[in-house]
């Protein structure tokens, strides 16, 4: 089949075509990204393509089995890592409510975005020894023992590189106006 030949045919059975793909996929949008994918087989395949055949019976076999294809692979997807919103998670508790939207206000949330840029900026400021461990207590939430013992320090040795840093922070933030 030549391309002015293509082109012709689906002049003539394109809409044909279209509609089938809407009807099996039930969706618009689903049915012309269907369409489009069942015409592109097509056009690769249109040298093979005979035109006493009935072209537009392959087309629509083309279109059922383009859809169960993708219809197995979303299957097994699902099976692999099933879908469930994020919506559904936030009620069922699975997803904490984040801090930065505790404010509805849209400027709150701004503000407090940048205030705790500021605050981990100072924090990445500090020197290693006293950044390690308010790493370690905030972020990783570790206990003073836990990270006197993971970096093999006593634990009066952890709580003045803890005392330190936060006076350190307290310096640095109130330098700068921190109001937080």
């Known amino acids: 089949m030549t391309e002015h030949e293509f082109n012709q045919w689906i002049i003539g059975c394109g809409k044909d075509i279209l509609c089938f793909c809407r009807m099996t996929t039930g969706d618009k949008t689903e049915g012309d990204e269907l369409y489009q994918d069942t015409m592109l087989k097509l056009w690769e395949k249109r040298e093979k393509l005979n035109t006493e055949q009935n072209i537009k019976s392959y087309a629509l076999s083309v279109a059922i089995n383009t859809w169960k294809n993708r219809r197995r692979k979303f299957a097994w997807r699902r099976r692999l890592a099933p879908f469930i919103s994020f919506e559904e998670r936030m009620e069922h508790g699975e997803i904490p409510e984040p801090v930065e939207n505790s404010g509805h206000n849209p400027e709150t949330q701004v503000l407090r975005g940048e205030m705790i840029q500021i605050v981990r900026k100072a924090?990445?400021?500090?020197?290693?020894?006293?950044?390690?461990?308010?790493?370690?207590?905030y972020s990783a939430d570790m206990k003073i023992h836990e990270i006197a013992e993971c970096l093999s320090l006593s634990e009066s040795t952890v709580k003045s590189r803890m005392r330190k840093a936060k006076k350190l922070l307290k310096n640095k933030l109130e330098a700068m106006e921190y109001d937080g």
């Open 123 to 137: 924090v990445c400021e500090l020197p290693g020894k006293y950044r390690t461990v308010i790493h370690l207590y």
